[in-house]
């Protein structure tokens, strides 16, 4: 298939730049893939389409505050992974001006600088084939103490824009699921994002993890889509997982994260390990029923696993829909429900 196959024209207003006032007070779009009818609801209406034998899977996965700015802001960092201990692999703006062995100074909060925290130095060690560096830091890093929540750049971009500050108090919780446990992720399951402890304990249901990194995200630069290599992102199956499908009439993943790690495994039980999938028309499911997931960005491999999932011209309709009636897009956006 072709990457132009999965764009879309999306007025800029559309973009979620903040979470609703409740995290379940974002609009529902249902998707019937049995009979092609699409309805509007709210997210809180979603119990109506669920049942007692469904199987609810959420990423637990938790984020960290991996975006670091440098000294005098010349540089932004996003960490990707700790590779080997203080060595990460990292996105860095501007990149050009990041040659191996560059060294960069970053500042605590200033809060951790009263505490006594002291600034910490990386260098560049090496540059990798896609434009990732490799930084080593002199000494550990404390996350809490230099780094910020990675809020996405279409979110950053529009709040500066409009004047407004780059990361808000209510980032912090509101960018994180209720179920968070596991650190490891750079960006939030954001199809979590719209579920209450309330909700989430009316329905049986399990957690899965993926640490979300850069092959979520990472945008596909070739035209024929089957050319793009998913960088590999770890997940976990706990125990007792597979027990709880076997009694469900429907697995439910809860965002494309968790589709990765039910269609990375052969079989659901017990197990840790990376997955690169890559999953695009025509894929066939071998584990997800149904699918609740959040409006992705045009030409995304998010937006390719969902269009494999509902239907690429389900899908296209359903978003021209979307745009019609205004949904709100993107991670701090509204819901589709996948039938």
């Known amino acids: 298939m072709k990457l132009s196959q999965f764009d879309y024209p999306l007025p800029e207003s559309l973009i979620a730049s903040h979470p609703t006032a409740s995290r379940d007070g974002s609009r529902l779009m249902v998707l019937d893939r049995s009979n092609?009818?699409?309805?509007?609801?709210?997210?809180?209406?979603?119990?109506?389409?669920?049942?007692?034998?469904?199987?609810?899977?959420?990423?637990?996965?938790?984020?960290?505050?991996?975006?670091?700015n440098s000294r005098n802001q010349e540089f932004e960092v996003l960490l990707i992974e700790e590779s080997s201990p203080n060595h990460w692999i990292t996105l860095m703006r501007p990149g050009r001006k990041a040659p191996i062995g560059k060294i960069i100074d970053?500042?605590?909060?200033?809060?951790?600088?009263?505490?006594?925290?002291?600034?910490?130095?990386?260098e560049v060690l090496r540059v990798l084939p896609q434009g990732e560096r490799v930084l080593r830091f002199f000494g550990n890093l404390d996350l809490e103490a230099f780094g910020e929540i990675p809020l996405p750049p279409y979110i950053i971009k529009k709040r500066e824009s409009a004047s407004e500050d780059r990361i808000h108090h209510e980032d912090q919780e509101r960018y994180q699921t209720v179920y968070?446990?596991?650190?490891?992720?750079?960006a939030a399951p954001t199809a979590g994002l719209h579920f209450t402890p309330e909700r989430i304990a009316r329905f049986p249901h399990a957690f899965v993890t993926l640490h979300v990194g850069i092959g979520t995200f990472r945008p596909v630069k070739t035209e024929n889509i089957q050319s793009h290599v998913m960088h590999e992102e770890s997940f976990e199956i706990p125990e007792g997982f597979l027990?709880?499908?076997?009694?469900?009439e429907r697995?439910?993943?809860?965002?494309?994260?968790?589709?990765?790690v039910l269609e990375s495994a052969a079989m659901l039980q017990a197990q840790t390990g990376k997955t690169n999938i890559f999953i695009y028309p025509p894929y066939q499911f071998q584990n997800v029923d149904?699918?609740?997931?959040?409006?992705?960005?045009?030409?995304?491999?998010?937006l390719m696993l969902v269009s494999a999932f509902g239907g690429t011209e389900f899908i296209r309709r359903a978003y021209e829909e979307a745009i019609r009636e205004k949904y709100r897009f993107f991670s701090y956006g509204d819901a589709m429900l996948i039938l």
């Open 290 to 302: 149904a699918m609740i997931t959040n409006f992705h960005l045009p030409k995304s491999t998010l």
């Open 251 to 260: 697995i439910i993943a809860v965002g494309t994260t968790s589709v990765r």
């Open 36 to 68: 092609g009818k699409i309805e509007h609801r709210q997210f809180s209406e979603i119990d109506l389409y669920l049942k007692p034998t469904d199987l609810l899977v959420f990423n637990n996965s938790k984020v960290i505050p991996s975006r670091l």
């Open 106 to 122: 970053f500042d605590p909060h200033p809060d951790f600088q009263k505490k006594g925290v002291a600034p910490i130095r990386a």
């Open 180 to 186: 968070a446990k596991n650190p490891g992720s750079v």
């Open 243 to 248: 027990e709880k499908a076997k009694k469900a």
